[in-house]
């Protein structure tokens, strides 16, 4: 009788994680205000993993697949771009992304293309093609290379 409750708070929990919530679609991030130039610190660079599939530009938007564990809440990613840039040709900079889970328990492994405006780093970058280097911190961090053509 003492498992009862504990019974019902464990149906009460998978019930919060529906099946349409935990279908795989396409997460678009807010345009400009997603993307932040210089001025950040290494708390804005914490959050929570999530593994960097792909990424690629489709105009000026860059496209990424990530996959991470949730499926009960949106997730946000933030995106910190360096104030440093390398005059090599094309020029390259560093792009760190920041995923928050928004406090999402569910366990479920979820893969998703997310695209977000790229307008203000293009501008700032001059509109010709550069290297961004997408880094991700966390105990396994990655980077992946992408061009902006132009």
């Not at 929990?13 to 679609?25: K, R």
């Not at 000026?60 to 809440?73: A, P």
């Not at 990613?77 to 992304?97: A, G, I």
């Not at 979820?110 to 307008?119: A, E, K, P, V």
Request: with cysteine.
């Amino acid at each position: 009788m003492k498992r009862l409750p504990l019974f019902l708070l464990f149906i009460l929990f998978l019930a919060a994680c529906d099946s349409e919530s935990l279908q795989n679609h396409d997460v678009s991030v807010a345009g400009d205000s997603a993307v932040q130039i210089g001025g950040y610190t290494n708390d804005d660079l914490r959050g929570d993993p999530f593994a960097l599939n792909s990424a690629r530009f489709e105009g000026q938007f860059l496209e990424m697949s990530v996959s991470f564990s949730g499926g009960c809440n949106e997730h946000d990613y933030s995106f910190f771009v360096s104030e440093t840039v390398l005059l090599s040709d094309p020029p390259r900079l560093s792009m760190f992304v920041v995923h928050d889970d928004r406090d999402d328990f569910c366990d479920a492994y979820l893969t998703q293309t997310i695209s977000t405006d790229m307008g203000v780093l293009i501008d700032w970058v001059g509109g010709g093609p550069f290297l961004v280097s997408i880094v991700v911190l966390g105990s396994d961090t990655q980077s992946i290379d992408v061009t902006y053509d132009g």
